[in-house]
């Protein structure tokens, strides 16, 4: 064999077995070898180390084209890489055009592959609009689909009723795609929001109060509940609540073909954080109660929970004040501590790597490309110094607004280098790298 590229040299190494103390090698983007001899154009000593696969985190929102003001794909991408990501699937709402279509699957393809440092996919949207443009989007190369039960808080991206959401599965079903759904009762959350505001309610515990566990249970029942009907893969985005992930698991049971993603922030934060750090911290659904927020930690563990994806969903910072707590966007800033909060958040190298890569690749036809650590996969690498410790502050923010409920926080691992199919995508040291990111498509 000739040289290799690049060798990582005795870091501690997730691999899909199990962790070891090896050497990994990269050529031509790819992994060529894991614990052969060889030698290299350029070896890294990485004995202490921690080699994890790069993570996939399948849920940001970068709102380009159109809403570059938000976030865009330059300071998105380097954020998520920076925070252990080496590819992302971006949703299909907050950009204008919304990815409807595919001519605006093809506006957003450009604008990504002019600026991402990471690799991406793409979600296209199912809307009471766009049930005939279905085929044409998963044609473009979407990685899945993705629904509103409740109201997107962007009004060019309508919620599906669910004539509209099982008239969307049932063509994923034949296009072979999944279906991610935003699950929430929108009635019952549009009932309590205008009781609230009727008698004057606008804190951020009214918000809280407005959004009960008991819409996205009812939302994760009837989007299974057709999912089952329809033969279709159904993705329930930012599980929150104990009582949803078992909603889920009744659902397996039935032979309903229906994973779980959570998101760190559900791991991290509860109600009382919401009120303490106000508008960085609100999101939908909204952060549980500390005894929620423990039993979510267990049953990652326990593995109720199929994937990890941070949801990232910046806007102006003018988005995110006012004394309405209600009127103030709903989105948290986090793609930047992904892989750091996870760690915080107590959980281990080889379930962080299995829930944040091989899982998502599997579930999203990316298997034997990306989410693992193994010969022919792409050389999508994080090196992560586990004996550093690592404080977000706001000046050290990547994304075009520096506004996080993270900042402040301390995650115990530091991330050091980050490459994307063997490029440098971050480093601690140098900051931003080479890389530049493809389009990722499933695989048919
Ligand atoms: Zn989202």
Known sequence: MSDADLIIRGATVCLPNGITETDVAV??????????ELSAKHTIDARGLLLMPGAIDAHVHYNEPGRTDWEGWATGSLASAAGGATCVFEMPLNAHPPTLDAESFALKRAAAEASSVV?????????????????????????????????SGTPDFERSDLQTL??????????????????????????????????????????????????????IREACDLAGETGCKLHIVHVSCGEGL?????????????TAETCPHY????????????????????????TVRADMIA??????????????????????????????????????????SLFAAGLDGALIAKLTGTSVAQRFGLEKRKGAIAVGYDADLLLIDPRQSHLATEAGLLTRHRISPYVGSVFPVTISTVWVRGQTAWSSESGLGPSRGRLVRPAA
């Not at 050529?27 to 052969?36: N, T």
């Not at 006012?322 to 930047?336: E, T």
Request: aromatic residues 6%; hydrophobic residues 45%.
């Open 267 to 290: 791991l991290t934060f509860n109600e009382d954080d919401v009120v303490r750090l106000g508008a960085p911290a609100k999101c939908a659904p909204p952060v549980r109660a500390e």
């Open 246 to 258: 078992d909603a889920i698991a009744e659902a397996k049971k039935r032979g309903v073909d229906v």
């Open 27 to 36: 050529a031509d983007g790819k992994v060529c070898a894991v614990g052969e």
């Open 299 to 340: 049953r990652v563990r326990r593995g109720d929970v199929d994937t990890l994806g941070t949801d990232h969903s910046p806007c102006p910072p003018s988005m995110k004040q006012g004394d309405d707590f209600f009127a103030i966007w709903g989105g948290i800033m986090g793609a930047q501590q992904f892989v750091g």
């Open 166 to 219: 099982r008239a969307g599965m049932k063509q994923a079903a034949q296009l072979g795609l999944p279906v991610s759904v935003h699950a929430e009762n929108e009635v019952l959350i549009a009932s309590l929001v205008a009781e609230a505001k009727a008698a004057g309610k606008a804190g951020a515990r009214d918000y809280l109060a407005s959004r009960p566990i008991a819409a996205e249970v009812a939302a």
């Open 119 to 151: 690799d991406f996919g793409l979600w296209g949207g199912i809307t009471p609009v766009n049930l005939d443009k279905l085929s044409e989007l998963a044609a473009s190369g979407v990685i899945g689909f993705k629904a509103f039960m409740s109201s």
